[in-house]
């Protein structure tokens, strides 16, 4: 059963920082694209970044750039997502998800067939 979990969320300052991070199992994913998306309450799920397993080559939305990093990490079959500079209008949930489809950007939710449970980010101001 594949299964992605996500950890690392939690109540920062603004101008903090937070890792989140996404254990995957139950299915070979590392020849899949994983991305990570947000959701903040009243508002539709938005792409915040992915990444491809294989290649490492990584996408981000404008609004992140600068400030997110995605990695994976092979050996322990995890994907992170290093956010700094942190702004109030990043607080949202954080959803991990994993798709197997080859498209160049793969931002949109509709592109991304397993999704983890979500984590909450709360930045202050």
């Known amino acids: 059963q594949e299964q992605l979990v996500e950890s690392g969320g939690g109540l920062v300052q603004t101008g903090g920082s937070l890792r989140l991070s996404c254990a995957a199992s139950?299915?070979?994913?590392?020849?899949?694209?994983m991305g990570w998306f947000r959701q903040a309450p009243g508002k539709e799920r938005d792409f915040v970044a992915r990444?491809?397993?294989?290649?490492?080559?990584?996408v981000y939305a404008d609004s992140v750039k600068g400030r997110f990093t995605i990695s994976r990490d092979s050996a322990k079959k995890t994907v992170s997502l290093q956010m700094n500079s942190l702004k109030p209008e990043d607080t949202a949930v954080y959803y991990c998800?994993?798709?197997?489809?080859?498209?160049?950007?793969?931002?949109?939710?509709?592109?991304?067939?397993?999704w983890g449970q979500g984590t909450q980010v709360t930045v202050s101001s």
């Open positions: 990444i491809r397993w294989g290649s490492g080559d990584t």
């Open positions: 998800a994993a798709t197997p489809r080859l498209s160049i950007r793969l931002t949109a939710v509709k592109d991304y067939d397993y």
């Open positions: 139950g299915r070979t994913f590392t020849s899949y694209a």
